[in-house]
């Protein structure tokens, strides 16, 4: 059985500017959009025992932090004067909000919501922050719903024979998705008896990922599809053979809409017992009909040939990644742990991380650290990095990391102080208590030798 591992996301601080105090009418987007998450939260229950409106949510408008719910605001954050709803605002992007999730802020769990980025209607966004307050109810009350990033990491996705079920289960999920009369029922059935084969064929570490990652991201889909009153979808090409998570984006709510189909009551059976699995209750609820189905046999061929061809690739990509990497321009930066003290993951986004020849590609976020010092990469506005880890043992990232590179750097600081070093660039921490430098300005390469 593959090690159990939890891997977590990196907070990682980041300066904000000193704005002049803000009014409501300033800065209504944030406001607007609290307004939504009130509205869509009043207009039915999204979810047995959910309260959105008890959870804290931090907004990000691209100048200002508003922070709206929260019982004991940290430093830094003043009153909007005349907001409705009742608002706080903390000049520049808070620390602790980095993306869509949820983070600790003043002691206190809190959505966290960006609405800096591409346009998208105030609707789009307040049903987002569902998704994500949703998340803090379900660490609160089911903690047990996360799967394993560490699994992922180690994925059979080169198999096209599991690609091929996958991608079949995934095309009379469709179906049954899209049909209202009583083959939706063999539809689901088809769906169900691919899944069985396929986490037949796996280590039951693979399938658990799936399942309780469906549980996780899939409910908050649900609740976020269910506040904006959309539908899912599932693309007719499926996903590439890599995007495991992402899939579960999909696949979690399609089984919570189907279960609103054929097991009233399901929400609440699985808040009494959360030990259940999405597809394991809805085989339990659809019955034996008369009805057939069958994909049509020219479909089933070009799956199969399409997962041959596209597992086929998978090496050939990772190989492909690699050159990639190496041929970016910019500064570089190598760190190399001792020998026998790896350095460990601390965080990284496991949307943006992808197996390469010879390691692991980190395009958004990683912390690593052991007790000589830690580094930490953020591929934030205004640059553009990537980090490549190589593994000190079996795991490719948590039997620890032996080398570091990132790439993409403007030339960093470097400050060296009695066998201390300390480098800062657009992206960039990193402080070492033991460690030699050699820097090479032709070369657009620093390397970082740790000593303990």
Known sequence: MIARFVACILWITMTGVALQPVNAAAHDRALQIAREVERLAGERSLWPGYDPL?????IYDGERTFLFRHPSAPAGFTTVPDASPKALVHPGRHPAVVSNSSAEIGGTMTATLLADGEPASATELAAVALHEAFHVDQRR???????????LLLYPIE???LLTLRRLESAALRRALATTDASAGCWIRRALAHRRDRFAAMDSAFSR??????????????VQ???????V???GQEWRP??????TYATGPALGFLLDRFAAGWKESLEAHDDQFLDEILTASVRD???ACALPAGEVAGIERRARADANAVVAERTARREAFDARGGWRVEVRAAETRPLWPQGFDPLNLERVAGGLLHTRMLQLQNDAGSVRMLDEAGVDLEALTEGAGPHPLFNGVRMLEIAGLRRPKVARDAGKVSLRAAGLIADFDAATVHEDAGAQRIEIQLTR
């Not at 903690?143 to 394993?148: F, K, Q, S, T, V």
């Not at 990922?209 to 649900?222: D, F, K, Q, S, V």
């Open 54 to 58: 008890a959870i804290p949510l931090a």
């Open 289 to 291: 009909t008369s009805a």
């Open 159 to 161: 198999d096209a024979r």
């Open 233 to 235: 979808r599932i693309p």
């Open 209 to 222: 990922y799936e399942r309780l990652t469906e549980l996780n991201e899939g409910l908050a889909m649900y």
């Open 225 to 231: 599809l269910r506040a904006a009153r959309d539908s």
């Open 242 to 247: 890599a995007e495991i998570r992402r899939r």
């Open 141 to 151: 009350r089911h903690p047990g719903w996360i799967g394993n990033e560490g699994d």
